[in-house]
């Protein structure tokens, strides 16, 4: 099993920022790719970026320019720097790990941390 909690969230002002912060524990050794995804009331959840335990990182392009994701291998700590915020990233921000063992591919989320973002 992998433990995911996420933290940062919070309400700033349109042209804000924010840090969130994933602490990984559990089976941690299996994560290799881990990454970020938000969902606003009544959408989907959209995938937001991803960062390899290489270091390489890919971006939705709604993000791009504003947001980085980085990770901590030592601390098995994920995070996302939102640089620029605007009203529409308002949403839940949640963490995901996606470990494959044995040839199957398991999908860890955390409980979600909520960035509100007002004009």
């Known amino acids: 099993q992998v433990q995911l909690v996420e933290s940062g969230g919070g309400l700033v002002q349109a042209g804000g920022s924010l840090r969130l912060s994933c602490a990984a524990s559990?089976?941690?050794?299996?994560?290799?790719?881990m990454g970020w995804y938000r969902q606003a009331p009544g959408k989907q959840r959209d995938w937001v970026a991803e960062?390899?335990?290489?270091?390489?990182?890919n971006y939705a392009d709604s993000v791009k320019g504003r947001f980085t994701i980085s990770r901590d291998n030592a601390k098995n700590t994920v995070y996302l720097q939102m640089n620029s915020l605007k009203p529409e990233d308002t949403a839940v921000y949640y963490c995901?790990?996606?470990?494959?063992?044995?040839?199957?591919?398991?999908?860890?989320w955390g409980q979600g941390t909520q960035v509100t973002v007002s004009s």
């Open positions: 995901n790990a996606m470990p494959v063992v044995a040839g199957i591919m398991y999908n860890y």
């Open positions: 559990g089976s941690i050794f299996n994560i290799n790719t």
């Open positions: 960062i390899t335990s290489g270091g390489s990182t």
